[in-house]
Structure formats: C-alpha cells, structure tokens
C-alpha cells in the first residue's frame, strides 16, 4: 500500500519566496541602474535598496511568526516551540521557530506535528 503525501503548509516556501523577490529586485538594479557609480547613487533605483532591504527583513522576522494552520484539523499552530528533531533525536531544550535550524545537529525541519491532532505535515 502507498503511503499518502504529507499536506504542506507552505511555512520554508514564505522564505524561499521572500529570497527570490530579493533576487530579483537586486537584478533589477543591476541591469537598469547606471553604470557610473556617481550617476547611480542619485537614481530612484539606489534610494529604494535601503527601504527594500529594510522591508525584506521586517517581513522576514513577521513571516516567521506567522502562525501555521494545521492542513488536516484547520487550527492555527504556533511556530515558536520547544520541537523535537527528527534528525538527531532530541527536543531543543527552549522555545524556538520552526524555521530555525536544530541547536545540535543545525538541520532544518522538513515536517512537525499538528498540536491538536498530533499529525504530522510538511514545512
Ligand atoms: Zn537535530
Ligand atoms: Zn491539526
């Protein structure tokens, strides 16, 4: 018998979209900005890369908070717990994000479980 695909919940794709949207703003600097260093100081491009970077990491620590719904019970699950690794085998001994990496073996989490239902699901 096969196993179900676990449900995600979208929690590492915030991030991944959060990068990419930085990537691609960088490019957009890059190939319309001015090639003298002079010039391109004073256009619109280089006044929006501190208000960009600035927003970028307000939105990363408001994105980590965020709390996750439960893709099989729809209740809302906190992302900052003491979670166990599945990796290493062991709880990480404080309140942690979800999106950080394990304090023993620094492996990020693939899945967790739901607080309600105790099922588990993809990150
Ligand atoms: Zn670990
Ligand atoms: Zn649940």
């Known amino acids: ?16 979209f959060l990068a990419i949207t930085a990537i691609f703003f960088l490019l957009w600097v890059i190939l319309s900005g001015s090639a003298e260093f002079d010039q391109f100081a004073t256009t619109l491009q280089f006044k929006l890369l501190g208000p960009f970077f600035i927003g970028s990491g307000i939105f990363y620590l408001v994105f980590r908070k965020v709390p996750i719904k439960c893709p099989n019970c ?50």
């Not at 404080?94 to 693939?110: I, W």
């Open 74 to 123: 729809d209740k809302f699950i906190s992302t900052r717990k003491n979670w166990h690794c599945p990796n290493c085998d062991k709880m990480q001994g404080k309140e942690r994000y979800l999106s950080d990496k394990c304090v023993h073996c620094k492996q990020m989490l693939a899945t967790s479980f739901c607080d309600h239902c105790k099922k588990e699901f993809r990150l």
């Open 1 to 16: 018998m096969e196993e179900k695909p676990l449900k995600s919940v979208f929690f590492h794709f915030r991030f991944k």
